[in-house]
């Protein structure tokens, strides 16, 4: 894993969920300023237990673009994008036979072995049908706790395109378990800019000057 260490004082890590950032977010990349709404700075045991302990350490907070609680004042982290990294997760993908009451309705009636599942739509005319054929199997795909790393970017894209294809897999084959990995969010180092408060010290420092100048011309 990478040691995941931004360690500067001036530096905040920011965690966003590729779902999240797919569905609300726009592009940037290593360089650009950003503005991001926090939901929290204090990861929960269940965050904890799916990162693993070390990489959750490093997280100094958690990006939403939807306030939980609008009366409480909002919390920002903003600067310039220091660096970006990807989480890939493992994943465990397994595939179960669809049935009646595990992916079909209870009272549906099992196809009879090496058949399909019948065609559920309606038509439209014209020979024009708009429905959907239920597969034979389900994909069932369940993350391995802690079991991620960290993958450098340049920048944080509207939708992950890390994760493995699928292998094809036939019908009447026997659907093996099998590990994937995913990209299921993005760390970003967001470094504060000092500029304004080097300035202000400037500022601050003329003034004190200007100061002393007129005294000794009093």
Known sequence: MDPVTPGAPDVTRVWLDTWEWACCGDPFGVGDEVDLLVRTRTPSPAFIQSVGPELAATIDAIESHHQETPS?????VQGRVRGIHAVVQE??????????????????????????????????GNGVM?????STWMIESV???GAVTLAPRDRVPREASDAEAAPHITESE???ERRTTSVVAWVVDVASEPGDEQESDEDLEEHSHGQ???QSRA
Do not use: Y
């Open 143 to 145: 993350p391995v706790p």
């Open 130 to 134: 708009i429905g959907s054929r239920p």
């Open 174 to 176: 026997p659907p093996p």
């Open 72 to 76: 409480t004042p909002e919390d920002r």
């Open 212 to 214: 002393e100048r007129g």
């Open 91 to 124: 994943h465990i993908e397994t595939r179960h036979l669809r049935r009646p009451g595990f992916g079909a309705p209870p009272d549906a009636e099992m196809p009879a072995e090496g058949e399909e599942w019948p065609f559920t739509g309606r038509d439209l």
